[in-house]
């Protein structure tokens, strides 16, 4: 399980109206967690994120796979130009759009092109 966890991206910001760090998931609605530092608000999603995975697990739900290119892609989106991912990616830029455009997944070897070509040069 522990693995699983490491797979879904964790955003960590401060919060002025709750005076703490929030930690949430965005791939699982409403798994978030707070905590009065940055490592303690990553220590508390960790638990959240194990209780949300085994409660939906429990309970028949789905599971959402974890998407990191995907959201990679939506933190830098509105820095980005799709036509120079896709070239770094070594995709075809209409295919990228298009899967951008309408959310649609995108293949594991695509994951791993996207995620690459994000890195800091």
């Given at each position: 399980?522990?693995?699983?966890?490491?797979?879904?991206l964790?955003?960590?910001?401060?919060?002025?109206?709750?005076?703490?760090?929030?930690?949430?998931?965005?791939?699982?609605?409403?798994?978030i967690?707070?905590g009065?530092?940055?490592?303690?608000?990553?220590?508390?999603?960790?638990?959240?994120?194990?209780?949300?995975?085994?409660?939906?697990?429990r309970?028949?739900?789905?599971?959402?796979?974890?998407?990191?290119?995907?959201?990679?892609?939506?933190?830098?989106?509105?820095?980005?130009?799709?036509?120079?991912?896709?070239?770094?990616?070594?995709?075809?830029?209409?295919?990228?759009?298009?899967?951008?455009?309408?959310?649609?997944?995108?293949?594991?070897?695509?994951?791993?092109?996207?995620?690459?070509?994000?890195?800091?040069?």
């Amino acid at each position: 399980m522990k693995k699983t966890l490491t797979r879904y991206l964790v955003r960590i910001y401060w919060s002025d109206d709750d005076d703490a760090y929030i930690a949430e998931v965005p791939a699982l609605p409403g798994c978030i967690a707070h905590g009065d530092s940055m490592q303690k608000a990553a220590r508390e999603i960790q638990n959240a994120m194990a209780l949300w995975l085994e409660s939906a697990h429990r309970h028949g739900d789905p599971i959402p796979a974890p998407d990191l290119a995907r959201e990679e892609i939506s933190r830098v989106e509105p820095f980005l130009n799709v036509s120079k991912l896709a070239l770094r990616a070594g995709l075809n830029k209409h295919t990228l759009a298009s899967k951008l455009r309408r959310k649609s997944p995108f293949t594991g070897l695509e994951v791993k092109a996207i995620l690459k070509a994000l890195e800091p040069a």
